[in-house]
């Protein structure tokens, strides 16, 4: 018989299960392309109960996305401190680990899924969206080294989104840019932003 019954500690361990596996699912195939079908079924719950923790797949979408901003800190915070590592190597394999998302279980949403996530979140959605998006950031520069004042965090956000966002856009969503320079194009914006932020951290 199914069990009728779960306790809060069981629940917690459920949700934080659909989040990890909702996690591994998207930075590998896309957020788009994942269901919550594939998810359910891989934790071992029905569709109704699923829907119990998740009312939409955006609730899980934003909700895994903020559960995976401590890992993606303490991604930056290992590397670093690995001494084999300078600082200039250290920041940009944290940024080629985000843009290449699904080889480091990294999820990063494209151009399509940013607006579809957009559309349906409400006004308040969306600023606690951005303050803990700003949050971290802000962390990140902080870790880096670097001092996060809202200039600073900003300019970093747009720089770091952009090269995650036309490395996931090509071919399909930029046909017009050349597919075959993609890597050397994400390799140069990725110096780039390497440059500017070792220019911050001189400046802080």
């Not at 930075?27 to 594939?38: L, N, P, S, V």
């Not at 720089?159 to 390799?187: C, G, K, Q």
Request: charged content about 25%.
């Amino acid at each position: 018989m199914p069990r009728v019954a779960y306790s809060k500690q069981d629940r917690e361990r459920i949700r934080t299960e659909l989040m990890s596996v909702g996690l591994e699912l998207m930075a590998k195939q896309g957020i788009q392309h994942t269901t919550m079908e594939q998810i359910y079924k891989k934790v071992g719950i029905s569709r109704t109960f699923f829907y119990s923790f998740f009312p939409t797949k955006e609730d899980l979408v934003i909700e895994t996305l903020y559960w995976q901003q401590p890992k993606i800190i303490e991604v930056v915070q290992q590397l670093m401190a690995d001494p084999a590592l300078s600082w200039r190597e250290a920041v940009k394999k944290f940024l080629h680990d985000c843009c290449y998302g699904e080889e480091s279980g990294i999820a990063v949403m494209t151009i399509e899924e940013q607006q579809q996530l957009f559309r349906r979140m409400s006004g308040q959605s969306y600023q606690v969206f951005r303050q803990k998006q700003q949050r971290l950031f802000g962390d990140i520069l902080e870790s880096f080294g670097i001092r996060a004042d809202v200039q600073r965090v900003n300019l970093f956000t747009n720089l770091s989104l952009t090269a995650m966002v036309i490395r996931r856009a090509l071919p399909d969503t930029l046909p017009l840019f050349v597919p075959e320079a993609a890597e050397e194009t994400i390799d140069f914006q990725l110096n780039m932003i390497v440059d500017a932020l070792e220019k911050m951290k001189a400046e802080s």
